[in-house]
């Protein structure tokens, strides 16, 4: 029943200073100048075990933020997310210091090639025993094009058409090529791998073209634990059709709980068991012994705070230059190639510069929560059982103080609550979220490009499979959608 949910938890991180909490790198207990130190990761690991974290969620960009006064001026000055640093580089260290602690990288689809993607990350899947996930983005941001050598950002729907590509191409890698029972290991027939259970991929798409034999063995889990943030249609239709997590903006509660019905009814349309998707909303939160003394803590981080540094990445996420607004001008809705869910709060709503700076007076856009543990835990439960979420993606302020603050004020009273868990379970990162195993579920489209043993019919079906146009493919899963509903 929804008010016994367990809370999930991910600290959400970056490979770099400035993250969403923009300017507290100034503040003099800030560790994250430190970013590009290996015991800076492998401490937070530690720290986040001992506070049975579910995750560290780690966010990248390919591209910088120069939409703002059309220059990276100020973002150099604040370390607006540059420098930033490759995030799948840190995961080796911090696995090899924890036990239990899951790993969601982001990586931007774009500018990847799907087989050495793909091998990276069956490769961190057996490092960690199992606790790789990765976060599906398609980017944003026109820097990002530039950078890598395209003509600019290619329309937000065709992003979506060639993520849809390169993930199935993905799932032909780690769930295709390789039979389950293929690696023997026997010493004394000097057989290492059975050369029958393992077949060539043959992939002729729109985008992608791939033949041959995926060159890691299976993983513990096979396909990563997938997370993904798409709000707008196709965005979600994406979503709903491959994550496992899925994350949401949001301050209201009633626009939160909208959100995630839609979500699980597509999810649900789409053939899939709508509770098997984990649903997490972003939140800032600053805490310590006492409310006044939370409120004190905070007064004290408004201080090195940088608001208009929150006004400058923002203004890349929807793609508008804010700085030629005046303060208390309302600021129009136009469409661009960014993030649609972000962009659209201009047409809902009159929102002014004023508006975003007081939003942003921790320097991030963030939903704020402030007070002793009792207080925080009890906001956080209420959102919980209000909304149908199921988990929180915790942003830093002051490195790592937040953190410890947060372990040592609100975990033990969500425990107390019933609310949290006081031990890990054992198992891989999906099997902890989603209590169904190692692998995705039969429902789940994966499903139609594992390798199949059961007839030569399947056998060769699947080949046939292998080839499909895209428009073909979505016939396939048509049906398989009606058969669930059947």
Same mark, same amino acid.
């Given at each position: +029943?929804?008010?016994?949910?367990?809370?999930?938890?991910?600290?959400?991180? +970056?490979?770099?200073?400035?993250?969403?909490?923009?300017?507290?790198?100034?503040?003099?207990?800030?560790?994250?100048?430190?970013?590009?130190?290996? #015991?800076?990761?492998?401490?937070?690991?530690?720290?986040?075990?001992?506070?049975?974290?579910?995750?560290?969620?780690?966010?990248?960009?390919?591209?910088?933020?120069?939409?703002?006064?059309?220059?990276?001026?100020?973002?150099?000055?604040?370390?607006?997310?540059?420098?930033?640093?490759?995030?799948?580089?840190?995961?080796?260290? +911090?696995?090899?210091?924890?036990?239990?602690?899951?790993?969601?990288?982001?990586?931007?689809?774009?500018?990847?090639?799907?087989?050495?993607?793909?091998?990276?990350?069956?490769?961190?899947?057996?490092?960690?025993?199992?606790?790789?996930?990765?976060?599906?983005? $398609?980017?944003?941001?026109?820097?990002?094009?530039?950078?890598?050598?395209?003509?600019?950002?290619?329309?937000?729907?065709?992003?979506?058409?060639?993520?849809?590509?390169?993930?199935?191409?993905?799932?032909?890698?780690?769930?295709?090529?390789?039979?389950?029972?293929?690696?023997?290991?026997?010493?004394?027939?000097?057989?290492?791998?059975?050369?029958?259970?393992?077949?060539?991929?043959?992939?002729?798409?729109?985008?992608?073209?791939?033949?041959?034999?995926?060159?890691?063995?299976?993983?513990?889990?096979?396909?990563?634990?997938?997370?993904?943030?798409?709000?707008?249609?196709?965005?979600? #239709?994406?979503?709903?059709?491959?994550?496992?997590?899925?994350?949401?903006?949001?301050?209201?509660?009633?626009?939160?709980?909208?959100?995630?019905?839609?979500?699980?009814?597509?999810?649900?349309?789409?053939?899939?068991?709508?509770?098997?998707?984990?649903?997490?909303?972003?939140? $800032?939160?600053?805490?310590?012994?006492?409310?006044?003394?939370?409120?004190?803590?905070?007064?004290?981080?408004?201080?090195?705070?940088?608001?208009?540094?929150?006004?400058?990445?923002?203004?890349?996420?929807?793609?508008?230059?804010?700085?030629?607004?005046?303060?208390?001008?309302?600021?129009?809705?136009?469409?661009?190639?960014?993030?649609?869910?972000?962009?659209?709060?201009?047409?809902?709503?009159?929102?002014?510069?004023?508006?975003?700076?007081?939003?942003?007076?921790?320097?991030?856009?963030?939903?704020?929560?402030?007070?002793?543990?009792?207080?925080?835990?009890?906001?956080?439960?209420?959102?919980?059982?209000?909304?149908?979420?199921?988990?929180?993606?915790?942003?830093?302020?002051?490195?790592?103080?937040?953190?410890?603050?947060?372990?040592?004020?609100?975990?033990?009273?969500?425990?107390?609550?019933?609310?949290?868990? $006081?031990?890990?379970?054992?198992?891989?990162?999906?099997?902890?979220?989603?209590?169904?195993?190692?692998?995705?579920?039969?429902?789940?489209?994966?499903?139609?490009?594992?390798?199949?043993?059961?007839?030569?019919? $399947?056998?060769?079906?699947?080949?046939?499979?292998?080839?499909?146009?895209?428009?073909?493919?979505?016939?396939?899963?048509?049906?398989?959608?009606?058969?669930?509903?059947?």
């Amino acid at each position: +029943m929804t008010q016994h949910k367990k809370i999930l938890l991910n600290a959400f991180d +970056m490979n770099s200073v400035g993250h969403i909490n923009h300017g507290l790198w100034t503040h003099p207990r800030d560790q994250s100048h430190r970013f590009d130190e290996l #015991s800076y990761w492998t401490d937070l690991a530690k720290t986040l075990e001992a506070g049975l974290f579910d995750g560290l969620f780690i966010a990248d960009i390919t591209g910088v933020y120069d939409v703002y006064q059309n220059n990276i001026e100020l973002t150099l000055k604040e370390s607006i997310q540059l420098p930033s640093h490759d995030p799948s580089t840190l995961v080796s260290a +911090m696995a090899a210091v924890t036990q239990h602690l899951g790993f969601g990288i982001t990586v931007n689809l774009s500018y990847e090639s799907p087989y050495q993607f793909a091998r990276r990350f069956a490769s961190l899947d057996h490092l960690t025993q199992g606790r790789i996930g990765w976060n599906i983005v $398609t980017g944003y941001l026109d820097s990002a094009e530039r950078l890598i050598g395209q003509q600019g950002l290619k329309d937000h729907d065709l992003r979506y058409e060639q993520a849809e590509e390169f993930v199935e191409l993905c799932y032909k890698f780690w769930e295709g090529s390789w039979e389950n029972d293929a690696v023997l290991k026997d010493k004394t027939q000097r057989i290492f791998t059975d050369p029958k259970k393992v077949h060539p991929i043959q992939h002729q798409g729109r985008f992608y073209q791939s033949q041959g034999v995926f060159q890691v063995s299976p993983s513990p889990q096979r396909t990563p634990v997938l997370f993904q943030a798409g709000a707008s249609p196709k965005g979600l #239709s994406f979503a709903t059709h491959h994550a496992e997590g899925i994350f949401i903006g949001g301050d209201q509660p009633e626009k939160i709980k909208k959100q995630v019905d839609q979500i699980r009814a597509l999810a649900q349309a789409q053939g899939r068991n709508p509770e098997d998707i984990k649903i997490f909303v972003g939140i $800032t939160v600053v805490t310590a012994e006492t409310d006044q003394l939370a409120q004190d803590k905070l007064a004290e981080y408004q201080a090195y705070a940088s608001p208009e540094a929150g006004l400058a990445h923002y203004s890349s996420s929807v793609g508008i230059d804010l700085s030629k607004f005046s303060d208390d001008e309302a600021i129009p809705y136009q469409k661009t190639n960014s993030i649609a869910s972000v962009n659209n709060k201009f047409k809902e709503q009159s929102i002014t510069v004023n508006d975003l700076k007081a939003q942003h007076s921790l320097g991030g856009r963030y939903p704020l929560i402030v007070g002793s543990g009792t207080t925080v835990a009890e906001k956080l439960i209420q959102l919980i059982d209000e909304t149908g979420i199921d988990g929180f993606n915790l942003t830093r302020t002051v490195a790592p103080e937040s953190h410890h603050d947060f372990i040592r004020w609100v975990i033990p009273e969500l425990q107390q609550r019933g609310r949290y868990k $006081t031990a890990y379970e054992h198992g891989t990162l999906r099997h902890k979220l989603i209590q169904h195993g190692d692998h995705l579920a039969v429902e789940h489209p994966v499903n139609h490009f594992r390798y199949q043993t059961s007839s030569h019919e $399947t056998e060769s079906s699947l080949n046939t499979d292998v080839t499909l146009q895209q428009d073909e493919h979505q016939k396939i899963q048509t049906q398989h959608s009606e058969k669930q509903f059947a």
